[in-house]
Nanobody, 113 residues
Framework: QVQLVESGGGLVQPGGSLRLSCAASGSIFSSNAMGWYRQAPGKERELVAIISTGDSTNYADSVKGRFTISRDNAKNTVYLQMNSLKPEDTAVYYC???????WGKGTLVTVSS
């Protein structure tokens, strides 16, 4: 069974940066495309970014040019570097392992002055 544990969330001012991490247990991390999703209060969960096993990436239009997804297979970890944060980026951020179908429990990001 794969466990996904997110970290790195917190309170940041508009224009600031955060880096989220998602550490995966188990030996199948390298065979999974990984994604970051977010869910704001009162809204549906939405895709933020995806990284394939071959390091191809794709982003939601709302975060293109500001967020960067990356992975370190040696550390079984996927990252989300978030720059130029906006209040509308406030949400709980979840990571997801596509082939396995596992979700993490999420980490809260709050962008506010």
């Amino acid at each position: 069974q794969v466990q996904l544990v997110e970290s790195g969330g917190g309170l940041v001012q508009p224009g600031g940066s955060l880096r989220l991490s998602c550490a995966a247990s188990g030996s199948i991390f390298s065979s999974n495309a990984m994604g970051w999703y977010r869910q704001a209060p009162g809204k549906e969960r939405e895709l933020v970014a995806i990284i394939s096993t071959g390091d191809s990436t794709n982003y939601a239009d709302s975060v293109k040019g500001r967020f960067t997804i990356s992975r370190d297979n040696a550390k079984n970890t996927v990252y989300l570097q978030m720059n130029s944060l906006k209040p509308e980026d406030t949400a709980v951020y979840y990571c997801y392992a596509y082939a396995s179908g596992y979700w993490g429990k999420g980490t809260l990001v709050t962008v506010s002055s």
